[in-house]
């Protein structure tokens, strides 16, 4: 629950933001913004409130101070030094193709499972066993619509990308980037996105422009948490692929942003938002990042990035995965701790990957959330999924409740599109968009 003065501090800042007039740009690409200036005004001021920018700038050039180059990672010196000053670095053939092929079968059972569950259910009559890794999903979710969100919204990790994560050349690359003295932890926010062709998903796949922070408390918003976008198949702007807008991260602030997009539960911070408060050129300073399967995109949790929409006939499935330092506090709100992945007491040539899962890997993040639904917020889902008619077969069963909610939509306004993933909002934070 946010302090008084808190509130008072964002009712302020809200006031004088909305008194402007909206800063429109007609030079900015919009493909893909959601949202207008009209909706949401250009404010040109952090979202932060616990730092000021001097201090913010500060911690982020301390980042690379924390952890100076080493070569005990496949990272080189200039790739090192690529991703502190510019945010993001791809590293080719950075995990081995086994790997992903076994991470590649535990997606695929995920697949089978869900179809099977919607088979059993009757809300499916076809199990499309004979459709391939790019396709099989497509026509389960033309026949019931969005349910490539139930795989998005699983929080059981399966083995495969368990491996994945944990492997020893990966953890290797976090090391380098966050230091190998002190402990490795996984972030609880970990993404399998399986995101369907724009043609079938009406837009809906296609992940808008946002600083990661947005979908964190402010605890953590200086602290740096490395993410590791790993594409399980060939990538690029025809199928997807990410853009990154470079140096974005810089200033060590957050931009405002607004939620939620479309029928969606997604973030969005407008492109002339990034140029008024992080000093970004969005003319200039977006980077196509196609990345080949087997290799990995980093990124920090700063710099602002978004999906490409997906143009070609197949899914185009990824992987978030996510490392920070155990002493910091991972800012998901308490419901979910980190899972220690290699202790500082442990070289990195001494790591073989086996991490102790125990009940982490089975503990699925979105309960605690959803536990705390009233009838009353079931009700209007249904209401919200009706007047968008987006209601469905699916929405009448809670194993295959297609809404995804989390704190992150009680601290952004204006909401300006209510829908039934916002109407999963807990009430007692309510105040907190309510009042601006």
């Not at 980190?338 to 990957?353: E, I, P, R």
Request: glycine content about 8%; some cysteine; hydrophobic content about 35%.
């Amino acid at each position: 629950m946010l302090s008084t003065s808190q509130l008072l501090h964002r009712a302020l800042r809200s006031f004088s933001t909305h008194a402007r007039a909206p800063k429109y740009n007609p030079n900015l690409d919009r493909t893909g913004v959601f949202f207008t200036v009209d909706d949401f005004p250009v404010t040109g001021k952090p979202a932060n409130e616990r730092s000021e920018p001097a201090a913010l700038q500060r911690a982020v050039s301390e980042w690379e101070e924390m952890a100076p180059y080493s070569n005990i990672g496949s990272l080189t010196k200039e790739q090192h030094a690529q991703f502190f000053s510019k945010g993001w670095v791809i590293v080719d053939n950075a995990i081995p193709l086994e790997i992903l092929e076994a991470a590649k079968q535990s997606v695929e059972k995920l697949v089978d499972d869900l179809a099977h569950k919607l088979y059993q259910s009757g809300h499916l009559q076809n199990l499309y066993q004979d459709e391939d890794f790019q396709t099989r999903l497509i026509k389960i979710d033309r026949d019931c619509p969005h349910a490539n969100v139930l795989l998005h919204k699983n929080g059981i990790l399966p083995s495969g990308i368990q491996d994945t994560w944990s492997h020893p050349s990966l953890v290797a690359m976090a090391c380098q980037l966050l230091g190998d003295d002190v402990d490795i932890v996984g972030h609880p926010v970990w993404n399998l996105r399986c995101k369907t062709p724009e043609s079938s998903s009406g837009g809906q796949a296609t992940v808008p422009w946002h600083q990661d922070n947005a979908y964190l408390d402010e605890e953590c918003w200086d602290k740096l948490q490395v993410t590791a976008w790993v594409p399980l198949l060939d990538t690029d702007t025809n199928n997807g692929c990410m853009q990154v807008v470079e140096r974005g991260h810089s200033s060590g602030m957050t931009a405002e942003h607004a939620c939620c997009v479309g029928g969606t539960w997604y973030t969005e911070v407008l492109p002339e938002e990034l140029e008024a408060t992080l000093g970004c050129n969005m003319e200039f300073d977006i980077v196509d990042c196609p990345v080949k399967y087997g290799s990995v995109l980093l990124l920090n949790n700063l710099v602002p990035h978004r999906s490409l929409p997906n143009y070609s006939n197949g899914v185009r499935w990824s992987l978030d995965l996510r490392w920070q330092r155990g002493n910091e506090p991972n800012g998901f709100h308490g419901l979910k701790d980190s899972c220690l992945m290699k202790s500082g007491d442990v070289a990195v040539q001494d790591y073989d990957g086996k991490v102790d899962w125990g009940d982490w890997a089975n503990e699925d993040r979105n309960v605690a959330q959803l536990d705390a639904l009233t009838t009353d917020q079931i009700e209007e889902i249904q209401n919200v999924g009706e007047t968008e008619g987006r209601s469905g077969p699916l929405d009448e069963h809670p194993e295959l409740d297609t809404t995804i909610a989390g704190p992150w939509m009680n601290r952004w306004s204006p909401i300006t599109h209510h829908n039934r993933h916002t109407a999963n909002m807990d009430p007692d934070g309510a105040v907190a968009w309510l009042g601006r």
